[in-house]
T-cell receptor
């Protein structure tokens, strides 16, 4: 069953602007991960935040996690055309790291 | 290159055919996964193998049959598929137990059932 739900489902911005995507989930988690997928390709892991962390940075990416609201956000600063892709959040839980994905946010960065 | 290799990249098969998808990981991970990605749907977890043992089968029809001969290789055997089975099939691996790590994905096999 679907665990993470990304919002919005589609986002179109100009190059240089910031892009914010949100993710909500339903059950307790060990961690939350964000992935990027270019059209028809495999997913690439971007960043992982543990349930006891509130914020994490990696280059132009900033992720926040609010376990009380069961939500996370991914901020991409100073977007580039190459950031055009679908972005998925995934929640990790269980002893064998079952990872469940949402439907994704399709980001288009216009040059 | 993520260390997870899937073959073939594209596959067209008839409903009466039998084919297999292959996944190989060179990362030393102990868990492997099959996901199905259909248009406008969330990624669906199909099977999980942990230390070569199947630990999850998400109500997948029996026309999909997984095989994990060792912790580096994972197969998905296909037979008598339906057109609605056309999708991108993604394999992933991760290391479970101890520190939490991310899943690494292959490039996927684009399957078309005609």
């Amino acid at each position: 069953s679907q665990q993470g739900e990304e919002d919005p489902q589609a986002l179109s911005i100009q190059e240089g602007e910031n892009a914010t995507m949100n993710c909500s989930y339903k059950t307790s988690i060990n961690n939350l991960q964000w992935y990027r997928q270019n059209s028809g390709r495999g997913l690439v892991h971007l960043i992982l935040i543990r349930s006891n962390e509130r914020e994490k940075h990696s280059g132009r990416l900033r992720v926040t996690l609010d376990t009380s609201k069961k939500s996370s956000s991914l901020l991409i600063t100073a977007s580039r055309a190459a950031d055009t892709a679908s972005y998925f959040c995934a929640t990790g839980a269980g002893g064998y790291q079952k990872v469940t994905f949402g439907i994704g946010t399709k980001l288009q960065v216009i040059p | 290159e993520t260390g997870v290799t899937q073959t073939p990249r594209h596959l067209v098969m008839g409903m009466t055919n039998k084919k297999s998808l292959k996944c190989e990981q060179h990362l030393g991970h102990n868990a492997m996964y099959w996901y199905k990605q259909s248009a406008k749907k969330p990624l669906e977890l199909m099977f999980v193998y942990n230390f070569k043992e199947q630990t999850e089968n998400n109500s997948v029809p029996s026309r999909f049959s997984p095989e994990c001969p060792n912790s580096s290789h994972l197969f998905l055997h296909l037979h008598t598929l339906q057109p609605e089975d056309s999708a991108l099939y993604l394999c992933a691996s991760s290391q479970v137990g101890g520190a939490v790590t991310e899943a690494f994905f292959g490039q996927g096999t684009r399957l078309t059932v005609v």
